[in-house]
């Protein structure tokens, strides 16, 4: 875990230093469960084993994004996403543009969920971002 402080360092006339903690972050990313497998109304997520199925048929999902954006949702289910904390949760590189890279992963995971299902696991929540739903029945 880092922590990003903000102090004030003030010098006076006779050279005396002071310092002011002014605030304290902690730049923990969240956790992504590892010991767990995840199974909601049909799908399966398995993170040990890289796989995500539903009802048994096996989803071609890419490694780098994909999966691990669908497993990061899924791993806080109804918690609301920026799209800002979903980038910074799975990509490593510094960002270029947030808001297109994860808008067109997400996309691509429905496009992939739609092959074998109607439900929509990941909602989008206007003026926000996204969240992984459990969704009941077919």
């Not at 006779?14 to 590892?34: C, H, S, W, Y």
């Not at 084993?49 to 780098?64: A, R």
């Not at 996403?81 to 890279?101: C, G, L, N, R």
Request: proline letters at 4%; a neutral charge; one cysteine or more.
């Amino acid at each position: 875990m880092e922590q990003i402080e903000i102090i004030l360092r003030t010098t006076d006339t006779t050279g005396k230093v002071t310092e002011q903690l002014l605030a304290k972050f902690n730049t923990e990313k969240p956790v992504i469960r590892r010991d767990k497998v995840f199974q909601y109304s049909g799908l399966r997520i398995d993170p040990d084993k890289h796989q995500i199925s539903y009802q048994g048929n096996v989803l071609p999902l890419t490694e780098t994004y994909e999966f691990q954006t669908l497993v990061y949702l899924a791993s806080h289910p109804e918690q609301v996403f920026t799209k800002e904390q979903i980038y910074q949760a799975v990509w490593k590189e510094e960002p270029v543009d947030v808001s297109s890279a994860v808008f067109c992963i997400i996309g691509n995971i429905r496009q992939k969920l739609r092959k074998v299902t109607t439900k929509e696991y990941i909602q989008t929540v206007w003026g926000v971002g996204y969240k992984f739903v459990d969704v009941p029945g077919e």
